[in-house]
């Protein structure tokens, strides 16, 4: 174990580099499932659907990076979206701020300026009519991340714009990126007076996965190796960049994808009842650790030991971040997805 003045980054590693800042973000398996599948979704024209999984997955970093890109590539061109990570919008009567919210979302120029709800409302539906325009089409796709806070009222809002936008021939799509125990909230709204709502907007739903297996975890730590650059445009990896003389004789992260993912799994907390899915907040700070003690000159076999890598593994919190997702998991079904 390190002594109390230990510092992780070493000095000659800059301070921008992606793996000091963590301003990153690795292709995975489900962000590629999440794009064909909300793709598809947006192919079928559907009023809306839901994204869900546990915390920490990268659900949030997949719509931020990687998301908008992805779906323009494959329409072959600019796509119609507004990203908008909920925020509250306050008391019964503060529907202008919800549609300020959105209006700032959407980059409307004037989105903070002093207007009532009406004319917010009015500037949002006349904002996505200019987006969908700029496409050449009639539809535009409204994403919500964090979608498990949105209140019943807040719905209802979004149901007016949807009326509104559907009598300009506008079809709006509203995906919502949310927690897993959101799958439930199609019921709940239904019970609680929102049938509506969840016919609208929630009538099918796709989840999100973690890191599965050993090929997987494989996978996304070939991203330090090989899909991933720093400096940008200079064609050189994390790995190359932080671990240069390692990198020219051969040493890739990859290699220990096997050991790793046997540690996930011995230190699942004891009792575990959640899917055997590693959270991509966990391999990135595990993966980090790594490479940065490697940059300070120590040996590949001594950060890279099954003593250390069990370490290094319990320090990520890796077993605190698996109870709370099995305390989170649903009991009794298997979701679908």
């Given amino acids: 174990m390190e002594n109390s003045d230990f510092q992780l980054v070493p000095e000659h590693i800059p301070k921008d580099h992606p793996l000091v800042t963590r301003d990153y973000s690795l292709y995975t398996p489900a962000i590629e499932k999440m794009v064909s599948t909300i793709g598809r979704w947006l192919d079928d024209q559907f009023d809306g659907a839901t994204i869900y999984g546990a915390s920490r997955l990268g659900k949030s ?3 931020d990076n990687w998301l908008e890109g992805l779906l323009a590539a494959r329409y072959g061109g600019f796509i119609p979206m507004v990203i908008w990570s909920h925020t509250e919008s306050g008391g019964a009567s503060a529907s202008g701020r919800f549609y300020a919210n959105l209006l700032e979302a959407a980059k409307h120029r ?4 002093t207007r009532s709800p009406t004319e917010r409302l009015g500037m949002l539906v006349d904002r996505f009519e200019q987006l969908s325009a700029q496409a050449g089409g009639r539809f535009v796709v409204l994403v919500i991340d964090e979608a498990q806070g949105m209140t019943m009222r ?5 149901v007016e714009l949807h009326s509104m936008l559907e009598k300009k021939r506008i079809r709006l799509c509203v995906i919502s990126i949310a927690s897993v125990q959101f799958r ?8 609680a007076g929102g049938a509506h709502v969840a016919a609208r907007f929630l009538l099918t739903a796709a989840r999100f996965h973690g890191i599965c297996d050993e090929a997987q975890l494989g996978y996304v730590m070939s991203g330090y190796d090989e899909g991933s650059e720093w400096p940008a445009g200079s064609g050189i990896s994390f790995t190359a960049s932080i671990v240069p003389e390692l990198w020219s004789n051969g040493f890739r992260l990859a290699t220990y994808a096997a050991p790793l993912w046997e540690e996930f799994i011995n230190q ?5 009842d959640g899917p055997h899915e590693i959270p991509m907040k966990t391999i990135s700070v595990v993966c980090r650790r790594m490479l ?3 940059a300070s000159g120590r040996a590949v076999s001594d950060v890279l030991s099954k003593k250390s890598i069990s370490e290094i593994v319990e320090h990520s919190g890796h077993g605190a971040l698996m109870a709370i997702i099995s305390a989170g998991a649903p009991r ?3 979701p679908k997805g």
């Fill in 61 to 63: 970093s997949a719509v």
């Fill in 110 to 113: 004037l989105a903070r300026s």
């Fill in 154 to 158: 807040e719905w209802l809002w979004l």
């Fill in 184 to 191: 439930d909230d199609p019921i709940n709204l239904a019970m």
């Fill in 268 to 272: 699942l907390p004891h009792r575990y």
């Fill in 292 to 294: 940065l003690l490697l």
């Fill in 332 to 334: 009794g079904r298997t």
